[in-house]
């Protein structure tokens, strides 16, 4: 999956009906069809109007038609001539343990490169930024998303932050309304609907704590209660799936967030990092 059709799945929950059918039609087209078309053409072929297309760009991030199509043309330019076998990644019971092995690493391979496309760097400085100021760091999640969260604090507590991965639905929102400025509390949902996470985020803020929240749907509930919001991409089927993939793009993040808080906080990092093995040293035998 090249980075603009990445792009495009991402956010096609957001789309009207009539951007869809611009999503629907680039995403089965040959790019280098695409790229030839004028702007008339791929309204008449897509069933809506030049307006609309001209609004579809510019919502998924470019300036204008023009530099959408520029952008197509330098993106993955030989994704065209990958084998749509080569592309399908869904096990079936007739998969041998080879195709098996081959469709799962190729999966985590696409969910990689799907949230390397549409990362926004600008929001994960300022991620860092609060987490560096933050005098106590809160994590919310449930389920899977939870294990992530207690990844997230293994991180930031090994780099010399003060952070809480709460697992109880009922304690996160207890614990939320005890936080003030200063504060930081940490959402994580890949559906962004999860009522305890997105409940316990709009409590947290509503006392004044800084918000963030990780995702893969950015115009659901829990971004309304975020001060950042942390954009990942899967390109999983939840209903097919165990949410292997939607895991590794969140654990992929985290390891984000932690890389650019060792970088930022360097000498702090070596440091807690030493006295922290240190710690833990005799744990072995």
């Known amino acids: 999956m090249s980075k603009i059709e990445a792009l495009i799945n991402s956010r096609m929950h957001s789309f009207t009906k009539s951007?869809?059918?611009?999503?629907?039609?680039?995403?089965?087209?040959?790019?280098?069809?695409?790229?030839r078309m004028t702007i008339s053409e791929?309204?008449?072929?897509?069933?809506?109007?030049?307006?609309?297309?001209?609004?579809?760009?510019?919502?998924?991030?470019?300036?204008?038609?023009?530099?959408?199509?520029?952008?197509?043309?330098?993106?993955?330019?030989?994704?065209?001539?990958?084998?749509?076998?080569?592309?399908?990644v869904t096990?079936?019971?007739?998969?041998?343990?080879?195709?098996?092995?081959?469709?799962?690493?190729l999966g985590f391979l696409q969910s990689i490169e799907n949230t390397d496309a549409i990362i926004d760097m600008?929001?994960?400085?300022?991620?860092?930024?609060?987490?560096?100021?933050?005098?106590?760091?809160?994590?919310?999640?449930?389920?899977?998303?939870?294990?992530?969260g207690k990844i997230l604090q293994y991180k930031l507590t090994r780099l010399g932050f003060p952070a809480y991965s709460i697992e109880d639905p009922h304690m996160q929102a207890i614990s939320a309304a005890t936080l003030g400025l200063g504060d930081l509390a940490f959402g994580i949902s890949q559906s962004g609907s999860t009522k305890d996470t997105v409940d316990s985020l709009a409590?947290?803020?509503?006392?004044?704590?800084?918000?963030?929240?990780?995702?893969?749907?950015?115009n659901s509930p829990i971004t309304k209660y975020a001060d950042v919001v942390l954009e990942i991409y899967s390109g999983e089927n939840p209903v097919k799936t165990s949410a292997g993939r939607s895991i590794l793009v969140q654990v992929f993040a985290v390891e984000l967030l932690s890389g650019l808080l060792y970088s930022t906080e360097y000498e702090k990092a070596i440091k807690v990092g030493k006295e922290t093995a240190s710690a833990v040293v005799n744990k072995l035998y």
């Open 19 to 35: 951007e869809k059918k611009i999503a629907e039609y680039i995403l089965n087209s040959k790019k280098s069809d695409i790229t």
């Open 42 to 88: 791929l309204a008449s072929n897509s069933g809506v109007s030049e307006a609309t297309i001209v609004r579809y760009v510019k919502k998924i991030g470019f300036e204008s038609f023009q530099d959408f199509k520029l952008n197509l043309v330098l993106d993955n330019g030989e994704e065209d001539d990958i084998l749509e076998e080569e592309k399908d």
């Open 91 to 105: 096990i079936s019971k007739d998969d041998t343990p080879q195709e098996i092995l081959r469709k799962t690493k």
């Open 122 to 148: 600008n929001n994960f400085l300022q991620a860092v930024n609060f987490i560096r100021s933050a005098k106590k760091i809160e994590i919310y999640g449930v389920g899977s998303s939870s294990a992530v």
């Open 203 to 218: 409590i947290a803020k509503k006392h004044g704590a800084t918000t963030i929240c990780l995702t893969e749907h950015v």
